[in-house]
């Protein structure tokens, strides 16, 4: 089974011919309780009470949640039948995507025998769930570049960031605040590399678990740094590269070209985790 997930390598496909390698009813999460959260969290699609099947197919352009990217949504047809099935989310098992599918009338066993493994399906985003997917990489996308730029240029690490759902503006955390003039420089420098249509390509290589760096764990749990997730288990690594801007591994989806994301705004405000902080909208 792939664990590279083909909408990688090209994230404007939309569609895809596979096979289904398993499927089980979905369990119910155990409740857990409330707590006030200081962040934003990432938007995911409402869940309702519906029974899911979660479904591992060979290949996927439906990509899971993770690094701070939400998941996309999309649609499952079986091809014997032409029934559609709605994928409301999907999430990250180590190297594998795991789709929660929608069981249409609670009809359980029914939908079991329809993801059969082996069972030939075409998996999609519609057009809703690539609206959304294009948005979500044009936004992860910026974030490289703001964050790039602010380390190079200010010294400014990211400490994290944030994917919230359109109109909402996107944002990373970093240690202090800035003034008008650094606003300004980042801001301009990071439009004219957008206008420039500055290319944006990834290289992959073999992953060798002895020679990554681990990314540093601060008192509140927060990971700060580049790296890949501790459970990641897709046997190559990739990394996107900003030509003559930044290289930084990844496993989520990038625009090719900053010409697709058409312009960048850079907004420093006040603290809003702690005092020590600041939020950059973009």
Request: glycine fraction near 8%; charge should be negative.
């Amino acid at each position: 089974m792939s664990e590279c997930f083909v909408s990688l390598g090209d994230p404007l496909l939309r569609t895809l011919d596979t096979v289904v390698v398993a499927a089980s009813l979905s369990q119910p999460a155990a409740p857990v309780a409330a707590q006030k959260s200081t962040k934003k969290s990432v938007i995911a699609p409402a869940i309702p009470n519906d029974p899911l099947l979660e479904v591992v197919l060979h290949d996927t352009v439906i990509f899971p949640e993770g690094g701070g990217q939400p998941t996309d949504t999309g649609i499952i047809t079986t091809v014997a039948d032409g029934i559609t099935w709605e994928v409301l989310q999907a999430k990250r098992h180590g190297g594998h995507a795991v789709h929660y599918v929608r069981v249409k009338g609670g009809e359980t066993d029914k939908a079991l025998l329809a993801f059969l493994p082996g069972t030939k399906v075409t998996v999609a985003l519609g057009q809703e769930g690539y609206d959304r997917r294009y948005d979500h990489m044009s936004m992860h996308t910026s974030q490289h570049l703001l964050s790039a730029l602010l380390e190079s240029r200010l010294e400014l690490p990211t400490l994290s960031w944030s994917l919230t759902a359109y109109p909402s503006p996107c944002y990373v955390e970093i240690p202090r605040g800035m003034t008008v003039e650094e606003v300004s420089l980042i801001q301009n420098e990071a439009n004219q590399l957008v206008f420039e249509g500055r290319r944006v390509h990834v290289e992959v290589e073999e992953l060798d678990q002895t020679q990554e760096k681990p990314t540093t764990v601060l008192e509140s749990g927060r990971a700060v740094g580049k790296g890949l997730p501790d459970d990641y288990t897709g046997g190559v690594k990739r990394v996107v590269v900003i030509d003559g801007v930044d290289r930084n591994p990844y496993a989520f989806h990038h625009c090719h070209a900053f010409i697709l994301n058409e312009s960048l705004f850079s907004v420093a405000v006040g603290p809003i985790f702690q005092a020590s902080t600041i939020c950059n909208f973009f």
